[in-house]
């Protein structure tokens, strides 16, 4: 049972801590798989218990169910401390040199990064999460992207957009995405970061 009970955790600990690579691609399946990791983690913490207090009632004789402790205790607290993996991935990807955000109904929002090493990604976080990863492309005032199709992709639309300035603040703040060259409204998204007009 101590040793299921490692191997169980130490695979829980990998799927967690690579969840950057496919908590993306889950779209709807997001929120069942996040559940059942919540569930799993509680279980697995109330199994350490319950391996202490055995080794506690043994007077710590049994060296497999300590070692099994040994490894379960730093394992399961380093999740609690890193819930999103102990390794930032993302930072392997660039600099993000812009960041701008849309928020629809019951507070789904849509975000839109750029990275300095030509990398966008849109991440979509509504009921589930959708990224979307492609190139993009600064020409004078308009940025230039382009998707890489994905059974896991979104389908957007949009293929170019321009920072504007706030109607009342002034600042650069709105970038304004667009489907086509006839599309007059785009899309708004507010800037949180934007270093792309100190790049260029």
Same mark, same amino acid.
């Given at each position: 049972?101590?040793?299921? +009970? *490692?191997?169980?955790?130490?695979?829980?600990?990998?799927?967690?801590?690579?969840?950057?690579?496919?908590?993306?691609? *889950? $779209?709807? #399946?997001? *929120?069942?798989?996040?559940?059942?990791?919540? =569930?799993?983690? /509680?279980?697995? /913490?109330?199994?350490?218990? =319950?391996?202490?207090?055995?080794?506690?009632?043994?007077? #710590?004789?049994?060296?497999?169910?300590?070692?099994?402790?040994?490894?379960? #205790?730093?394992? +399961? %607290? +380093?999740?609690? @401390?890193?819930?999103?993996?102990?390794?930032?991935?993302?930072?392997? &990807?660039? /600099?993000?040199?812009?960041?701008?955000?849309? &928020?629809?109904?019951? $507070?789904?929002?849509?975000?839109?990064?750029?990275?300095?090493?030509?990398?966008?990604?849109?991440?979509?976080?509504? %009921?589930?999460?959708? &990224?979307?990863?492609?190139?993009?492309?600064?020409? $004078?005032?308009? =940025?230039?992207?382009?998707?890489?199709?994905?059974?896991?992709? !979104?389908?957007?639309?949009? !293929?170019?957009?321009? @920072?504007?300035?706030?109607? #009342?603040?002034?600042?650069?703040?709105? +970038?304004? /995405?667009?489907?086509?060259?006839?599309?007059?409204?785009?899309?708004?998204?507010?800037?949180?970061?934007?270093? *792309?007009?100190?790049?260029?």
């Amino acid at each position: 049972m101590p040793k299921r +009970l *490692l191997l169980f955790t130490i695979l829980y600990f990998f799927i967690v801590h690579t969840s950057y690579f496919w908590s993306g691609r *889950l $779209n709807v #399946f997001f *929120l069942p798989v996040f559940l059942s990791l919540v =569930i799993s983690y /509680v279980v697995l /913490v109330v199994n350490l218990f =319950i391996q202490i207090y055995k080794s506690i009632s043994e007077r #710590f004789h049994n060296k497999i169910r300590i070692q099994v402790i040994e490894i379960m #205790f730093p394992l +399961l %607290f +380093l999740t609690f @401390i890193f819930p999103e993996g102990v390794i930032d991935f993302s930072k392997y &990807e660039g /600099v993000d040199v812009l960041v701008a955000t849309y &928020e629809g109904v019951a $507070n789904c929002t849509d975000t839109i990064t750029l990275k300095d090493s030509g990398l966008t990604k849109s991440k979509s976080v509504c %009921f589930g999460i959708t &990224e979307d990863i492609g190139e993009y492309s600064f020409i $004078n005032d308009t =940025i230039y992207i382009s998707y890489k199709k994905s059974i896991f992709s !979104k389908e957007r639309t949009y !293929k170019f957009g321009i @920072i504007r300035r706030h109607p #009342f603040t002034k600042e650069k703040d709105n +970038l304004i /995405v667009f489907s086509d060259k006839k599309d007059s409204v785009g899309m708004t998204y507010l800037i949180r970061k934007n270093l *792309l007009s100190t790049n260029q």
